[in-house]
């Protein structure tokens, strides 16, 4: 855990110090350290430590150095360096006191490691304090942590761990069973401290209302392939070092089984909660993440109004509004023109997404010269009563069909393959993995990708999981698949110690981050993924637009 704390810490605070204008060589230090090459990078920072020369850059060389040496599991080369601005006052000095503190607690000098800790005054890096004090003293000698106690009893980590060091003796002297009535007597109710295991339950509608287990899916139920993905990435996540408890519930699609699942203390324990997905189960889930304050993921839907309130749920794709928004930003940065067509699914998203882009657009000076629900029937009909045809000039100056049909998609294929048309299209990304539709054959490339967490296909990570995942399952993996490994991913990557298991506070550190089998994410202030770009197919190659 210690090692994942501090490279995890590391990840949060790399992004702090001010890029801009720094000298060649403190970049190629930043570098070394996001490479894990820890000497290298401690070598590079040195230079820049001194303070007479290089002003407030020495104090972010210092901070970045110790990480380094953390990282190469050297303590007094990190002590060594946060020494000299141990005490000055700067913008992260509380950060950089926490960091001298876990330097302290891995060089085994305990009592200065909490002595700093005293020091500090921001309320959540204090909280984190705390919790790193109990992982490194839960082990300690009752002795020690007895003795000490009367200095360091404000530590709400230090008393949690000698509360939890004396009850598991059977036997304690007088002394010992003073303090733990001590401890309880001003704390009563001491806040449990997060271990540092990632617990993730999944909840899912493996099976329906009559069924007892799991055994009843079928492996080509999309439940089940979504599952696998989740699994497989959390098999990646143990092996990368992390410890992750994955707990899987069966909701049965039966509301009131759902009910009593939550009342299991397992549930309550976890860290994040993925899925169910279906409506009724999602809500009930949302609304027991929010008294709980556990973050419950929907894995698949886009429809997030009903979460825009919350402060607990979160849909893992963008959501409705987030897929407007890139789609309107897109058009605008192409200026094709002015004049849209819009077609929609009878699906709840689509024909939400439709309505809200005739809003949308119009408010962003587009006209919406038309807008219809489309089906398999008048797919192409819709299209050819814009002029869409042979010989003749489309009405409009590009079109957004919005379906994960491929019954609608295919007569709409074979019509712009058939009249060699150039009138841009937007469709949704999952027409990407249409069998009958080859994009290279046509002669204008007018068909563009409405990104959805859009895979990054070609690239060495998704051929790696399609070779692994075929070793293990026999099969290659589906687009679901690909989104619960990434999911868990997301989570690994946002969901850790560093920030007390604070998916919240870790999400509005980054704007953009980069997926691994994905073009990526951005949840800052969001509970959806708000990167929502529309994408280009170029020699085979998706690139976004803008």
Known sequence: MRKLFIFLFLLFSFHLSNAQGVPEDYQKAKTALLAKDYWAAMNGFKPFTDLEKYGNLANYAAFHLAEAALGANQPMQAISALQPIYSKTWNKSDEAKFLLAVAYFKNKQNPEALRVIKTIKNEQILKQSYNATFEYLNNSTASFLVANLNEFQTNEGYTAALAAVLQKQTIMSASEKEALNQIRATNPKVSPVKDDVLDLVVILPFTGSGASSISGIGYTDFMFELYQGIEFGVDQLKNEGRKVNLMTFDSKRDLNHLSNLLNDPTIKQADVIIGPIYPEESDLVSAFAEKEQIPFIHPL??????????????????????????????????????????????????????????????????????????????????????????????????????????????????????????????????????????????????????????PKFGSEAIDQFRDQFYEQYLGFPSLNAILGLELVYWLGENETVTFDFDLRRSLNQNAFQPGKLTWGFNFQNSNNNSYAPVFKLEAGELIPLN
């Open 301 to 454: 839907s886009n429809l997030g109004e009903r979460f825009e309130q919350t402060d607990f749920s979160y849909l893992f794709r963008p959501s409705v509004n987030s897929l407007s928004t890139g789609v309107i930003s897109s058009l605008k940065s192409q200026r094709w023109g002015t004049r849209v067509a819009v077609g929609y699914s009878g699906s709840a998203r689509d024909e939400k997404l439709g309505l809200l882009l005739q809003t949308e657009l119009q408010k962003a000076g587009f006209q919406v010269t038309k807008i219809e629900k489309i089906d398999p029937r008048n797919a192409a009909s819709f299209l050819q009563g814009i002029g869409v045809r042979r010989g003749n000039n489309p009405a409009v100056d590009q079109i957004i069909l919005l379906t994960d049909d491929p019954a609608i998609a295919q007569p709409v294929f074979s019509l712009m393959e058939s009249i060699t048309a150039s009138v841009p299209v937007l469709v949704m990304d999952s027409w990407l993995g249409f069998n009958f539709a080859n994009y290279e054959m046509l002669e204008f490339p007018n068909f563009y990708f409405i990104a959805n967490n859009t």
